[in-house]
């Protein structure tokens, strides 16, 4: 099983990134995929899930109407497409998967999105 993210990067306050998050080894359909973040010194933040299955799409409060879930299932691939940029957005973020038991099955090893002037 493999989750590669890629996509992070140096952004400035108010930009624009698209994470991809390329998967392998598990039906990627029958999971909920997910992105979720970690700060420096702090747990983890759970950011965007997506159900694979039907398309439904969730969001936590402080990424709502700035960042935006998706997949190609064809390519097994999760997407987070993230706009108005803001520098409390500066972490790594990880993607997941999920086949609805207790917490994650799955685990990328994340990539890191700065932003920063």
């Known amino acids: 099983v493999q989750l590669v993210e890629s996509g992070g990067g140096l952004v400035q306050p108010g930009g624009t990134l698209r994470l991809s998050c390329a998967t392998s080894g598990f039906s990627f359909s029958s999971y909920w995929m997910y992105w979720v973040r970690q700060a420096p010194g702090k747990g983890l933040e759970w950011v965007s899930a997506?159900?694979?299955?039907?398309?439904?799409?969730y969001y936590a409060d402080s990424v709502k109407g700035r960042f935006t879930i998706s997949t190609d299932n064809a390519k097994s691939t999760l997407y987070l497409q993230m706009s108005s940029l803001k520098p409390e957005d500066t972490v790594v973020y990880y993607c997941?998967?999920?086949?609805?038991?207790?917490?994650?099955?799955?685990w990328g090893k994340g990539t890191l999105v700065t932003v920063s002037s």
């Open positions: 997941a998967a999920a086949s609805g038991g207790d917490g994650m099955d799955y």
């Open positions: 997506i159900n694979t299955g039907d398309g439904s799409t």
